[in-house]
């Protein structure tokens, strides 16, 4: 079924109020994650490399209701991790379809078919499969055999119940466009509602490195699935701005809006994107208010930023564009209608070397100590393991570094959730001594540990 026109007309009329209030800064989807913890351990994820004190904690679900209140988006996101994991998944849904909150439940449906039972099919319900290609792509990416096929099952069984269901696809350096086309074919045989897709985004603690796309890659990438769907391709069904694909396709230039899309998880909402960690805010206001926007985004230069292309940064650029000016909405209204524009791919030689960005510096490692400074505290809040802090009397903590802020940083005790904020001005020495959970994950590395059949999740 198509998305509801009470969903597209909420949207709208949402943003139009924005608009003639003067906001310059307003959200359109929150990114709520209640956990962390997964039943997979993706190459191109870096989320779920945390201890796992912070992978088996997770939000309440009034904790999460208050900050779908306080943030008053008309859609929730609700990513993670995997959500299936969460005890009361079903009570959290119960509550924002209470609210008539229009709610995408990210799955990589390993699970799907099992829970479906504890759900009620309703407009404002989305199951958002991930599915990274046909079975060899999809397998490859998530480094675990068989989940295409289990994921296609749970598709299909929640089809079959009446629920609405999405895919979400996230490409990387050297997709085959033929074969991806193939699966935005073999998706609509399966009855979804739509596809998002995305580029995936460059993660630091990911395991595999080196196939991050390039925002020329990314372009070229777009306008060859295109050319390989035909005519086919207008058969294809995106749960997305067809002005975002423009913007993927290289037609249209954005920039990054990272405030539509707030995350809200354990540690707080997230600095200043769901995909870029810079420290933590305790409000959704103190996230609009206190954030430095201008550092982040193509413009600013931050390298981080740079080749960044994702639905979660562009997809709320180019709705705001189509609310913007009646050219906007007569772009949407024509991309929507005769599908985006997608010029042609520019011929390049096949032995054309993949642009590789330069090597970053050695991160440090257990074992690292020195002064505090704000360089050292730096280090500590980016380091994905425990670390030990030595006060001015002489005594020590221990535990993971959640947030640092102006005046405090917030530990959470090693091998609990309980949270201690510690003065920055007490910290006298900083030293990494938990084992780093995101280190010593080389792809081919890991990889190899998934080919002999280790079980490797994430869950602790």
Known sequence: MP????????VASYVI?????????????????????CNLACAGCGKIQYPSNVLKSQLSVEECLRAVDECGTPMVSI????????????????ELVARR??????????????????????????????????????????????TFEKAVAGIRAAVARGFRVTTNTTLFEGADPARTAAFFDAAMQMGVEGMMVSPGYQYDKAPDQEHFLARDRTVQLFRRIFAAGGAGRKRWRF?????????????????????????YGVFGW???????????????????????????GHASGNPKCQNCMVHSGFEASAVDDAFSSWRGLVAMARATLFGPRAPAPAVVPKQTPLRVAPAAEAEPTRGWSAPASPEALRVAFEYRGDVTLTLDDGATVEGYVANVGPDALRLWTKGST???DVPTQRVREIALTGRDTAAGQSFATWKASQEKGAAVTAAG
């Open 270 to 296: 997230q600095k200043p994107c769901y995909l870029l960690q810079d420290g933590y805010a305790d409000s959704h206001r103190e996230l609009l208010e206190a954030t430095q926007w201008e550092r982040y």
């Open 418 to 420: 309980a949270l201690h």
């Open 3 to 10: 998305v509801p026109i009470s969903q597209m007309y909420t």
């Open 79 to 94: 990513p993670g991790g995997e959500p299936l994991l969460h005890p009361d998944i079903q009570r959290l849904v119960e």
């Open 17 to 37: 109020r924005q608009k003639l209030a003067g906001r310059k800064r307003y959200p359109l989807v929150l990114m709520l994650e209640p956990l962390y913890r």
């Open 101 to 146: 909150k229009y709610i995408y439940l990210c799955t990589n449906a390993l699970l799907l078919e099992e829970k479906l039972p504890l759900f009620t099919p309703s407009k404002y319900l989305s199951f958002s499969v991930h599915l990274d290609g046909l079975a060899q792509e999809h397998d490859h990416s998530v480094c675990r055999a068989g």
């Open 239 to 263: 749960n997305q701005s067809p002005l975002f694909l423009e913007f993927l396709l290289g037609e249209r230039e954005y920039e990054c809006t990272p405030w539509a899309m707030p995350s």
